[in-house]
C-alpha cells in the first residue's frame, strides 16, 4: 500500500474488500504486512516508536516481527496516518474529567460501524433480529463513547421498536424485557454492571429465556466492587440464565471481540490476540501462559492496527483468550477487566 495523501470512501471501501477475502493465516499475515509498511509510512507515531526499538518494517518474516504501539499513546499523540485535522470525529476512553483520557480520530465513522456490524454477525444472527435493551447511563453521561455509538447503531438497525437506551429507569427496562420474553423475541440487554445489579435487586422475580445478557464491567463507584465470577454468579442465579456474556472492546480499537460464556473471548476474522512477556516485548509467549495482550486490529487502518494494551491475559487457542487483570501501572479501564 503507497503513501496516500488524500483520504476517501473508496480507500476503506478496497481495505474493506481485503479484509472480507481473508480465508487464511496467510491471508491474515499479507494484510498485516500491507497496514504495517503503509503505517510506518504515513503515521509519524509509529514510525519513531519502530525507530526507536530499531525494528526493520522491511525484515517482517512473521507477526511477532511486527512493533506493536502502546496503547498510552493514544494520550498523548494524534495516532493518525493523515493529518488530524482531516478527521470528522473521535473517541474518547471513559473516565473521569480529572483523569487523562485516550482519543482515537475518526474519519470515517461509517467505516467504524459497518465493522461493529461484521463483527457481531460473526458470533450471532443478524442484527436486525434482536431487540437491544442498553442499560448504559453512566456511557450516556459521557461524549464521545465508542461504545453508545455501536449500541445506537444496532439500536437503529433493529427490527423492534423497544431497542434503545434505558438510562436509570429500570421500570421500563423490565417492561420490555416481560414483553419480549411473552412474545418470545430475541433479546440482548446490555448493560453496565451495577446497573445490571441494581436489576435483580429491584426486580428480583425476573426470569428470562429469550435474553442475552452483556455485562460491560465496572462499578463506576456507585458499588463496592466484586469479583467477576461473584457478580456472574448473582446475575445468573437472580435471571435464571446459564451464563453472562461480555463485549472486549475500547476506544483504541474499531473491532470488538465477544464472550458468550467462561470469560473465554474470541476474536472476529480481522482480529488477533498476540500475547507477549511483560517484560519483553520481543518474546511471544504459547497458549495458556499469562502476559501482556498485544492486539492486530486491521481495521484500524488510517490509525495503528497494532496495539500493545495494559491488560493482562492468556491465549488459549488460535483465535480465543481470556483477560486476567491489569498492568500494575495502568489506569482502571471501564471495561470487562476486573477478575
Same mark, same amino acid.
Given at each position: 500500500?503507497?503513501? #496516500?495523501?488524500?483520504?476517501?470512501?473508496?480507500?476503506?471501501?478496497? /481495505?474493506?474488500?481485503?479484509?472480507?477475502?481473508? #480465508?487464511?493465516?496467510?491471508?491474515?499475515?499479507?494484510?498485516?504486512?500491507?497496514?504495517?509498511?503503509?503505517?510506518?509510512?504515513?503515521?509519524?507515531?509509529?514510525?519513531? /516508536?519502530? #525507530?526507536?526499538?530499531?525494528?526493520?518494517?522491511?525484515?517482517?518474516?512473521?507477526?511477532?516481527?511486527?512493533?506493536?504501539?502502546?496503547?498510552?499513546?493514544?494520550?498523548?499523540?494524534?495516532? +493518525?496516518?493523515? !493529518?488530524?485535522?482531516?478527521?470528522?470525529?473521535?473517541?474518547?476512553?471513559?473516565?473521569?474529567?480529572?483523569?487523562?483520557?485516550? %482519543?482515537?480520530?475518526? =474519519?470515517?465513522?461509517?467505516?467504524?460501524?459497518?465493522? +461493529?456490524?461484521?463483527?457481531?454477525?460473526?458470533?450471532?444472527?443478524?442484527? !436486525?433480529?434482536?431487540?437491544?435493551?442498553?442499560?448504559?447511563?453512566?456511557?450516556?453521561?459521557?461524549?464521545?463513547?465508542?461504545?453508545?455509538?455501536?449500541?445506537?447503531?444496532?439500536?437503529?438497525?433493529?427490527?423492534?421498536?423497544?431497542?434503545?437506551?434505558?438510562?436509570?429507569?429500570?421500570?421500563?427496562?423490565?417492561?420490555?424485557?416481560?414483553?419480549?420474553?411473552?412474545?418470545?423475541?430475541? *433479546?440482548?440487554?446490555?448493560?453496565? *454492571?451495577?446497573?445490571?445489579?441494581?436489576?435483580?435487586?429491584? =426486580?428480583?422475580?425476573?426470569?428470562?429465556?429469550? *435474553?442475552?445478557?452483556?455485562?460491560?464491567?465496572?462499578? $463506576?463507584?456507585?458499588?463496592?466492587?466484586?469479583?467477576?465470577?461473584?457478580?456472574?454468579?448473582?446475575? +445468573?442465579?437472580?435471571?435464571?440464565?446459564?451464563?453472562?456474556?461480555?463485549? =472486549?472492546?475500547?476506544? !483504541?480499537?474499531?473491532?470488538?471481540?465477544?464472550?458468550?460464556?467462561?470469560?473465554?473471548?474470541?476474536?472476529?476474522?480481522?482480529?488477533?490476540?498476540?500475547? $507477549? !512477556?511483560?517484560?519483553? =516485548?520481543?518474546? +511471544?509467549?504459547?497458549?495458556?501462559?499469562?502476559?501482556?495482550?498485544?492486539?492486530?486490529?486491521?481495521?484500524?487502518?488510517? *490509525?495503528?492496527?497494532?496495539?500493545?494494551?495494559?491488560?493482562?491475559?492468556?491465549?488459549?487457542?488460535?483465535?480465543?483468550?481470556?483477560?486476567?487483570?491489569?498492568?500494575?501501572?495502568?489506569?482502571? %479501564?471501564?471495561?470487562?477487566?476486573?477478575?
Amino acid at each position: 500500500m503507497e503513501i #496516500k495523501k488524500n483520504i476517501d470512501k473508496k480507500f476503506f471501501a478496497d /481495505w474493506t474488500k481485503k479484509i472480507q477475502n481473508i #480465508k487464511s493465516e496467510s491471508d491474515f499475515f499479507a494484510l498485516c504486512k500491507e497496514a504495517a509498511a503503509f503505517q510506518y509510512l504515513n503515521n509519524k507515531v509509529y514510525r519513531q /516508536w519502530c #525507530k526507536s526499538l530499531s525494528y526493520n518494517i522491511d525484515n517482517i518474516s512473521s507477526i511477532n516481527d511486527i512493533p506493536f504501539l502502546p496503547i498510552s499513546f493514544y494520550k498523548s499523540f494524534a495516532v +493518525t496516518c493523515f !493529518e488530524d485535522y482531516e478527521y470528522k470525529d473521535y473517541f474518547l476512553s471513559s473516565g473521569t474529567s480529572s483523569m487523562q483520557r485516550s %482519543r482515537h480520530l475518526v =474519519y470515517n465513522k461509517d467505516f467504524y460501524i459497518q465493522n +461493529t456490524f461484521s463483527c457481531f454477525s460473526q458470533f450471532f444472527s443478524n442484527i !436486525e433480529e434482536y431487540c437491544f435493551i442498553c442499560l448504559l447511563p453512566n456511557y450516556l453521561e459521557q461524549e464521545h463513547s465508542s461504545l453508545i455509538c455501536m449500541m445506537n447503531a444496532f439500536v437503529e438497525k433493529s427490527m423492534y421498536k423497544n431497542s434503545g437506551f434505558y438510562a436509570h429507569n429500570l421500570k421500563d427496562v423490565v417492561t420490555a424485557l416481560r414483553l419480549n420474553e411473552k412474545e418470545g423475541i430475541k *433479546t440482548i440487554l446490555f448493560g453496565v *454492571t451495577y446497573a445490571l445489579l441494581d436489576l435483580v435487586e429491584n =426486580y428480583p422475580d425476573l426470569r428470562l429465556r429469550n *435474553t442475552v445478557v452483556f455485562e460491560t464491567g465496572g462499578m $463506576k463507584g456507585r458499588r463496592e466492587e466484586l469479583p467477576k465470577a461473584e457478580i456472574h454468579r448473582i446475575l +445468573t442465579e437472580s435471571l435464571g440464565i446459564k451464563n453472562i456474556a461480555s463485549e =472486549y472492546g475500547m476506544c !483504541e480499537l474499531f473491532s470488538q471481540a465477544y464472550s458468550l460464556q467462561d470469560g473465554v473471548f474470541f476474536a472476529p476474522k480481522q482480529m488477533q490476540v498476540i500475547v $507477549k !512477556e511483560i517484560n519483553d =516485548y520481543k518474546n +511471544t509467549l504459547s497458549f495458556g501462559k499469562r502476559g501482556i495482550i498485544n492486539i492486530v486490529d486491521l481495521c484500524n487502518i488510517d *490509525t495503528c492496527c497494532f496495539i500493545q494494551t495494559e491488560d493482562v491475559g492468556r491465549k488459549l487457542s488460535k483465535n480465543s483468550f481470556e483477560i486476567i487483570g491489569r498492568l500494575d501501572h495502568s489506569d482502571i %479501564r471501564g471495561c470487562n477487566l476486573m477478575y
